[in-house]
T-cell receptor, first 115, second 112 residues
């Protein structure tokens, strides 16, 4: 069955370190998204990609970067981790169904703690 | 312009009751309105979605009501069950692009 996976599921790091969160999907979806979830803020879009070599900034992109070298993967990098980036991170993917926005399928999440 | 406002932040309902969660949006270009359900420790999953060509969509105990002129939509859960206890997110998007704007989320607790 097609799926979307994230690794690691839990990560503790120190302020200033570079951290990369992995996202891998086997849906063969063109669209991939990274969100962070914080209480009271819902899901906020960090970066997204509509295909290989395409990346776009979301509403909370400062301090984060992504790259898309193939269809299956969209790793999220925190260049210099800050305590404000402690959060739960979700990756999602979607295709295009008959020209309409298609369902986004979410991964299980990565809980990141920055000390 | 891109905001989606969701209320209430938390909701407690007795088993068998009706749960109602409301959302309002600003961007008139939005034409796709899904609701996602999230259980603790899991990623959100699509529950039900509506497009603005209809005012209501029902799937089992879950109904979306849509008011285009007021730029509001709501989720109604009939005969609420303890298994419905979860966080619910409304979202809005456009058919010309794949990204969604999510509301702040509602934590629903259904007491047995």
């Amino acid at each position: 069955d097609a799926e979307i996976t994230q690794s690691p599921r839990h990560k503790i790091t120190e302020t200033g370190r570079q951290v990369t969160l992995a996202c891998h999907q086997t849906w063969n979806h063109n669209n991939m998204f990274w969100y962070r979830q914080d209480l009271g803020h819902g899901l906020r879009l960090i970066h997204y990609s509509y295909g290989v070599q395409d990346t776009n900034k979301g509403e909370v992109s400062d301090g984060y970067s992504v790259s898309r070298s193939n269809t299956e993967d969209l790793p999220l990098t925190l260049e210099s981790a800050a305590s404000s980036q402690t959060s739960v991170y979700f990756c999602a993917s979607s295709g295009i169904d008959s020209g309409y926005t298609d369902t986004q399928y979410f991964g299980p999440g990565t809980r990141l703690t920055v000390l | 312009q891109q905001q989606v406002k969701q209320s209430p932040q938390s909701l407690i309902v007795q088993k068998g009751g009706i749960s109602i969660i409301n959302c309002a949006y600003e961007n008139t270009a939005f034409d796709y309105f899904p609701w996602y359900q999230q259980f603790p420790g899991k990623g959100p999953a699509l529950l039900i979605a509506i497009r603005p060509d209809v005012s209501e969509k029902k799937e089992g105990r879950f109904t979306i009501s849509f008011n285009k002129s007021a730029k509001q939509f709501s989720l109604h859960i009939m005969d609420s069950q303890p298994g419905d206890s979860a966080t619910y997110f409304c979202a809005a998007g456009g058919t010309s692009y794949g990204k969604l704007t999510f509301g702040q989320g509602t934590i629903l607790t259904v007491h047995p």
